[in-house]
Every structure is written in structure tokens, then in C-alpha cells.
């Protein structure tokens, strides 16, 4: 089974501080990892995908298959990245799709 | 473009009573079709989902049920709601293409008293 692992439930940091939010994978085959955010009074949405490399608005994820890991990495927090964030595997029809149990960012000012 | 659309957004139910939560989806045909329960301190739990009309499938026993009436139309129900029930009800769509993301709706908070 696809699954995924988020380790803290809540991480707390200052504006400014790098911030890191741990994903670790144990599945096999390709591990198109998916990181999805939920602001306050806002729907859950994607925030970015390992296979379009991309960053949105400051954050990264990088896939260390020695590690197993997708960590969410952003060098300066800031307030406005509060919010609860959810590692994900990724989708295939049928499957059941098994969140990470999230982590609650907190940015302090 | 797909859209998403949960109502109600929140209802306060007493023990016992029924429940009915709908999601449809709009822009798209034959999604497939996923209820999430987000639990204060507990991440997101997988409830059902559904590849198809009359589909649906689910691996955690519990007081609720899910019926597929439409190929768009996902229906969450429940005769008799306890407390545990209460939480917060997630409806999402996914189109069946490799490394789509889900889309979410707004959510429905369900507080059973």
C-alpha cells in the first residue's frame, strides 16, 4: 500500500526562520509525491507536485529516495504560511488514497 | 473548467437524527469521487470513494454510508448520527489522470450534539 508519514503535528517558528515539514514515503514504485495546503476558512488544495519541480510561493520539495523523504522546505517563513499542510502519494484510480496525517504550521511574528 | 460544490457548509445535528451531506461536481464526466473526514488532531481520514455510478467502496467500518445516485452526484448519509460523527466532511474529485492532484470542496462542519 501507498503510504505516507508526517512525523510532527504541529511546528512552530518565527517570521523570518527556514521551515522544514517532514514527509517520509514506504511504498515502491515511482514516488510522485504531492504537497497540499488548507489556509484558514479556505478549501484544501495542491500546493505542489514532485514531478513539476516547481516552487509555489517559496516552498520546495525535493524526493530523496535514499531517505524516503519529501520534506517541505521554505528558507523564510513567513506569517501568512500558517496553515495546516498534508503530505500526499499520488493518485490512481481505485486506489485509497492515504494522507499523511498533517502538520499544523504555526508562523510567529 | 471542473468544479467542486459541498453544502451544507455547516449543520448541527442531535444524536440520533439522519444526516445527508451532497457533493457535485461540475465541468467533468465519470470522476472518481472521494468523502474525507478531517478530525481536530487526526489528519485526514479516507471515508469512501466511488470510480463509477452505484460504485463505492470503503475499508473503515463506521456509522455512515455513501451512494453514487449520479455520475457527478456523491451522496454522504447517515440514519442515526452519534457523537463520534462529528468532524469535518471533505468531498473531493479526482479526473484519472496520472499525478492529477485531487480538488476539494469547501467542506461541510458537522457538530453532533
Known amino acids: 500500500a501507498q503510504r505516507v508519514t508526517q512525523p510532527e503535528k504541529l511546528l512552530s517558528v518565527f517570521k523570518g526562520a527556514p521551515v522544514e515539514l517532514k514527509c517520509n514515503y514506504s511504498?515502491?514504485?515511482?514516488?510522485?509525491l504531492f504537497w497540499y495546503v488548507q489556509y484558514s476558512r479556505q478549501r484544501l488544495q495542491l500546493l505542489l507536485r514532485?514531478?513539476s519541480r516547481e516552487s509555489i510561493k517559496g516552498f520546495t520539495a525535493d524526493l530523496n529516495k535514499g531517505e524516503t523523504s519529501f520534506h517541505l522546505k521554505k528558507p523564510f517563513a513567513q506569517e501568512e504560511d500558517s496553515a495546516m499542510y498534508y503530505c500526499?502519494?499520488?493518485?490512481?484510480?481505485?486506489?485509497?488514497?492515504?494522507f499523511g496525517g498533517g502538520t499544523r504550521l504555526m508562523v510567529k511574528p | 473548467s471542473q468544479t467542486i460544490h459541498q453544502w451544507p457548509a455547516t449543520l448541527v445535528q442531535p444524536v440520533g437524527s439522519p444526516l445527508s451531506l451532497e457533493c457535485t461536481v461540475e465541468g467533468t464526466s465519470n470522476p472518481n469521487l472521494y468523502w474525507y473526514r478531517q478530525a481536530a488532531g487526526r489528519g485526514l481520514q479516507l471515508l469512501f470513494y466511488s470510480v463509477g455510478i452505484g460504485q463505492i467502496s470503503s475499508e473503515v467500518p463506521q456509522n455512515l454510508s455513501a451512494s453514487r445516485p449520479q455520475d457527478r452526484q456523491f451522496i454522504l448519509s447517515s440514519k442515526k448520527l452519534l457523537l463520534s460523527d462529528s468532524g469535518f466532511y471533505l468531498c473531493a474529485f479526482f479526473l484519472g489522470e496520472f499525478n492529477s492532484p485531487l480538488h476539494f470542496g469547501n467542506g461541510t462542519r458537522l457538530t453532533v450534539t
Open positions: 514532485h514531478i
Open positions: 511504498y515502491s514504485g515511482s514516488p510522485e
Open positions: 500526499a502519494p499520488p493518485n490512481n484510480a481505485g486506489n485509497m488514497l492515504t
